[in-house]
């Protein structure tokens, strides 16, 4: 038989020598009595579990986390919680596939909550930046295989599934919470002088995608802004359009959203040039609309495919591709024509605010530090130009 610690009642040691208590408490979601056993090698090893977990009961975090592995978790989460939320569903497809490919596979998911601790999450962060995909030429380096951007989501979602997990009784703290979110370096974007810019566009015609190559380097649309644009989001007479929506393919299907912020909403202004551009494009695409009499679906978008229906932004970007191969010019993508205009209005002397506007970003930061060289350039100008005006 084992004997009782002096003056506490709870606490026996084994014969074997070790110790073991029982804990009574009332569940603070049911109300029920409730007996928590604790076992240890001393006394002093099993009192301090039993002071932890009365101080668990005292915030209303169960007495023991839960022994469920984290990929089990996580794919709950993702039935549940993350189903249900007010998040865009391209959003909600993201993290159920980073989810997934990330943080539900391996050695990581198979971690129990209540045995998941910060350092386990720092692990993952450097593990994912280790990852390595090798390089297009023989002679290179091995390039990053994931992104700084894919590795922030990453843990985005890995903290945000562990609240839950906190918000249903599971954990009592969530260790995510406790390490910094890992830094996103920002990147100077690609872009195309004008020269380069007209020999692409040039390339491009005859395409049936040419006229939205052309609108996207014209004003900076985002290429999903750009193929979610409506005929009733466009006043060719006030020479203006309004930015109310974006296109992007989730999973097998193509899927109109509003934009991803406040300040992507935006009216942008059209040119003289691109509003005949415009003009011409509804002219031939109510000829098409003729043509297809009623196979012709009424989608009411200015680029679209021969029956009217909604542009897969893979077909523009082969477009482009093709175009640029042709004309000798490397390194491009759709984003890179609205970079290239952002760009050009900043040489030109176009206040960085105005700029920031046209392009639907955020905030100002943002700008300035996708178009940091820029920046340079404009800040040597003015200095070169106060310097000549005062004669120096």
Known sequence: MGKRQNGEGNLYQRASGRWDARLSYTDPETGQPRRQAFYGRTAAEVRGKMKAARER????????????????????????????????????????????????KGSFGAKRLDKLKPTDVEALVLAMRSQTKPAKNKDDDPVRALSDSTIRSAYTVLRQ????????????RNPAAQVKRPAVERVEARYLNADDVSAVLKAAEGSRYHTALLLIAATGLRRGECLALRWDAVDLDAGVLKVVATMGRVGKKLVTSEPKTQRSRRIVPLSPAVVVMLKAHR???????MRAANQWTDSGLVFCTELGRPVDGRNLLRTLEDAAKTAG??????????????TAWLESGVHIKAVSDLLGHSSISITGDVYMHVSDDTARAAVDGLAARLGL
């Open 57 to 104: 009961i005292e915030a209303g975090a169960p007495v023991r986390d839960s022994s469920q592995t984290l990929a089990e978790w996580l794919a709950h989460w993702r039935d549940t919680t993350l189903a249900v939320s007010d998040r865009k569903e391209a959003t909600r497809e993201l993290y159920a596939n980073l989810s997934r490919r990330h943080l539900e």
């Open 161 to 172: 599934a562990l609240d839950g997990a906190v918000r249903d009784g599971l954990l009592a």
């Open 283 to 289: 002219k031939s695409q109510l000829e098409e609309r």
């Open 329 to 342: 010019v490397e390194d491009v993508d759709v984003h890179t024509l609205r970079h290239s205009a952002a």
